[in-house]
């Protein structure tokens, strides 16, 4: 009976200890107290090598385990690190974000106070155009206003020396003898002597201009004559105008209407003009006051101002020609004096 059973024991331990070539991958099997007991001196190194395998298997897994563990807890620190990191890269944002919006708002505010300001000003610019411009009107209307008065004044001078003639070149102090008066009668005498023996051609008034004579002055001043009638003027320049040389006890001299200083300057500035128009053969002529009249293709024109006879002129191409150099002579003059002014 011991020997049998021995013998299953060992049957039975030859079937628990059977080991597959590779040691390592030897499943750890449960021993009894009493199997171990029965084990074989080889079949308990082979469970104690395989037990020490097993453990430094079980050391490994530890170690890679912890290592595991270790290179877990590093990442979970640097992932903690970064959510620190993110989270003050938020706050930070957020601080941005709300100094950004604080500016934005202060820059709202501050281009609500330019515009609000800028709508004032342009008000304000509004206002000084609109005085400016009435400022302008009223300047034009006095302007207006003046030229009419002047233009008034003018025509009364001018009506007030209608009936006047001025003798020009008398030297001063002939009128010591006969006074003025005398020396007309003497002029007609000389020059129209079916005007002398006249009648009705009356001096009501005679009398050197300017008042007061200046020595320095080379010329002698003129003798304006103050007729009765208007007619009897015209008679007179008529009659002068035909005979052309005009003598005072043999010395030239001439007669002319009377005329304010305004109106004079306006008859001189017809000059230049009429001069040409006369070298042409176009019988100019300058009316009372101070208007132009010669014959084109036949006809008489009559010009107040100079703007109506360019405007007439640069519609005869003829007459453009001729006139072209003193005309534009004219405008360079006003040009310079405008410049001047």
């Known amino acids: 009976m011991p020997n049998n059973k021995c013998k299953n024991r060992g049957n ?19 021993y009894e107290d009493d199997d171990i007991e029965e084990m074989q001196e080889a079949d308990l190194k082979k469970l104690i090598r395989t037990l020490r395998s097993s453990q430094k298997q079980i050391l490994e897994l530890h170690k890679a385990l912890m290592d595991k563990i270790e290179n877990l807890s590093h990442e979970n620190e640097i992932l903690r690190r970064n ?3 993110t989270k003050q890269l938020v706050q930070q944002e957020t601080v941005i974000v709300t100094e950004v919006k604080n500016s934005i708002d202060q820059m709202k505010n501050t281009i609500e ?3 609000n300001r800028m709508g004032e000003a342009e008000e304000r610019i509004s206002d000084l155009e609109e005085r400016e411009q009435e400022r302008i009107q009223s300047d034009q209307r006095k302007e207006e206003e003046i030229r009419n008065l002047k233009h008034i004044v003018r025509n009364l001078q001018d ?10 070149g008398v030297p001063e102090g002939m009128e010591r003898e006969k006074g003025l008066e005398g020396l007309f009668s003497e002029i007609l005498a000389e020059n129209f002597p079916g005007l002398e023996k006249d009648r009705e051609i009356l001096v009501q008034e005679a009398h050197r201009t300017p008042n ?5 002055r080379s010329s002698p001043r003129h003798v304006v004559i103050k007729l009765s009638t ?9 009659c002068a105008r035909e005979k052309r040389q005009i003598t005072f006890r043999g010395s030239p001299i001439r007669l002319t209407a009377d005329f304010s200083s305004e109106t004079l300057q306006a008859r001189r500035e017809w000059r230049d003009i009429a001069q040409v128009l006369r070298e042409k053969n176009c019988q100019p002529r300058i009316l009372y006051p101070a208007k132009l009249s010669f014959v084109n293709e036949g006809e008489i024109k009559t010009f107040h101002n100079k703007q109506k006879l360019k405007e007439f002129v640069a519609t005869r191409p003829a007459l453009q020609q001729m006139l072209k150099d003193v005309l534009h002579t004219e405008t360079k003059k006003h040009g310079h004096q405008y410049e001047r002014r």
């Open 12 to 30: 039975k331990n030859k079937e628990v200890t059977m080991t597959p070539s590779n040691e390592k991958d030897t499943p750890i099997q449960d």
């Open 83 to 85: 959510q620190n990191e």
């Open 113 to 115: 106070s330019l515009t």
């Open 159 to 168: 009506t007030i020396k209608k009936t006047n003639i001025r003798v020009l």
């Open 212 to 216: 007061k004579h200046d020595q320095k």
């Open 230 to 238: 208007v007619k009897h003027k015209e008679k007179i320049l008529k």
